[in-house]
Structures are given as structure tokens and as C-alpha cells.
């Protein structure tokens, strides 16, 4: 019979993965196999500045939790897997998309974004999304585009308003 500190142990690890689940917008699986430690810091540490953070769990660990929040990702928790997860929905799969692009060690398998689970091809669509300042800076220019159109016009209408009047 397993000793009851060793369940007990195993039970929490269980609980830390199925919180980290619930209180996080995004979660992604991954394969990390022949990322060097030094690899493992500087993504670590990428994912931190996002307010991310990436943690390795057994699979039947992992499984576990994922079972107790009625989520089956069963075919995908074979081999070693790292799951990244994150409060922003975007973030974390952005992050991981730009660095299997210089190591291609990394493969993103399956996550979840806002409660629905998401394949690879979802994440590489979520991945291509601009950041959050890009697209505020986007809406900032249309906007100010917008305005100077505006401005133009009225400039246009009151040349036309003198040239009548005169």
C-alpha cells in the first residue's frame, strides 16, 4: 500500500494543476525534449514578463486534474509535456509561438483559451494576433486618421463657403 504522505503529495500536486487551470485565461501543452535548462530559463523567464509562468507535471498528474475539471486531453499527454498558462489569453501561446521559432525543440500541442480547447491550428491563429499595444496602437492611428479626415473636410467646406460668399 502507498505511504499516505506520498498520496497526500500527489493529491496536492494534482490540486495545484487543476487550479492553475481554472484561474488562468490560457494553458498550453507543449513538448520541451531537447530545450537545454538554459533554453527552459529564458522561456521561464519570457513567459514571467507576460505575467505567464511554466510549470512540468507528470502526465497522470496532469491527467488527473484535467479529469476533475471534466476537460480530456488524454491523447496528447503522452510523452514529456510542459504546460504553460497564463491570466492573458494570448500572452502565453505568443510567447511560445516566437520562441519555437528559434528553437525547434518547442511544439506547441493543444491548450485551452477562455474554456475551449484549442488545436494547433487554433493557437497558431491566436499566435499571429498582434499584441495588445499593437492593436491599441492600430486603433489609436485609425482614429486619428479619422480626425485629420475630418479636418480636411471641414477646411474643404469652409473654402468652399468663402469663395460662394464672395
Same mark, same amino acid.
Given at each position: 500500500?502507498?505511504?499516505?504522505?506520498?498520496? %497526500?503529495?500527489?493529491? =496536492?500536486?494534482?490540486? %495545484?494543476?487543476?487550479?492553475?487551470?481554472?484561474?488562468?485565461?490560457? @494553458?498550453?501543452? @507543449?513538448?520541451?525534449?531537447?530545450?537545454?535548462?538554459?533554453? *527552459?530559463?529564458?522561456?521561464?523567464?519570457?513567459? +514571467?514578463?507576460?505575467?505567464?509562468? !511554466?510549470?512540468?507535471?507528470? =502526465?497522470? !498528474?496532469?491527467?488527473? #486534474?484535467?479529469?476533475?475539471?471534466?476537460?480530456? *486531453?488524454?491523447? %496528447?499527454?503522452? $510523452?514529456?509535456?510542459?504546460? #504553460?498558462?497564463?491570466? &492573458?489569453?494570448?500572452?502565453?501561446?505568443?510567447?511560445?509561438?516566437? @520562441?519555437? +521559432?528559434?528553437?525547434? #525543440?518547442?511544439?506547441?500541442?493543444?491548450?485551452?483559451?477562455?474554456?475551449?480547447?484549442? &488545436?494547433? %491550428?487554433?493557437?497558431?491563429?491566436? #499566435?499571429?494576433?498582434?499584441?495588445?499595444?499593437?492593436?491599441?496602437?492600430?486603433?489609436? $492611428? $485609425?482614429? *486619428?486618421q479619422t480626425v485629420k479626415d475630418f479636418a480636411i473636410c471641414l477646411d474643404l467646406h469652409a473654402q468652399n463657403l468663402e469663395e460662394n460668399n464672395n
Amino acid at each position: 500500500m502507498a505511504n499516505q504522505k506520498i498520496i %497526500e503529495a500527489k493529491q =496536492n500536486i494534482v490540486n %495545484e494543476i487543476a487550479n492553475n487551470v481554472k484561474e488562468s485565461a490560457t @494553458f498550453v501543452l @507543449f513538448e520541451y525534449q531537447g530545450l537545454s535548462v538554459a533554453d *527552459m530559463t529564458v522561456l521561464r523567464r519570457k513567459l +514571467k514578463e507576460t505575467g505567464s509562468d !511554466l510549470k512540468i507535471y507528470k =502526465n497522470t !498528474l496532469t491527467k488527473r #486534474a484535467l479529469d476533475s475539471l471534466d476537460i480530456n *486531453m488524454d491523447d %496528447e499527454l503522452v $510523452g514529456p509535456k510542459a504546460m #504553460a498558462y497564463g491570466t &492573458d489569453a494570448i500572452a502565453p501561446i505568443k510567447v511560445l509561438s516566437d @520562441f519555437a +521559432k528559434d528553437h525547434e #525543440a518547442l511544439k506547441m500541442k493543444i491548450g485551452m483559451v477562455d474554456g475551449e480547447i484549442a &488545436d494547433i %491550428e487554433t493557437l497558431n491563429k491566436y #499566435a499571429s494576433i498582434p499584441s495588445r499595444e499593437g492593436l491599441l496602437t492600430m486603433l489609436a $492611428g $485609425g482614429l *486619428m486618421q479619422t480626425v485629420k479626415d475630418f479636418a480636411i473636410c471641414l477646411d474643404l467646406h469652409a473654402q468652399n463657403l468663402e469663395e460662394n460668399n464672395n
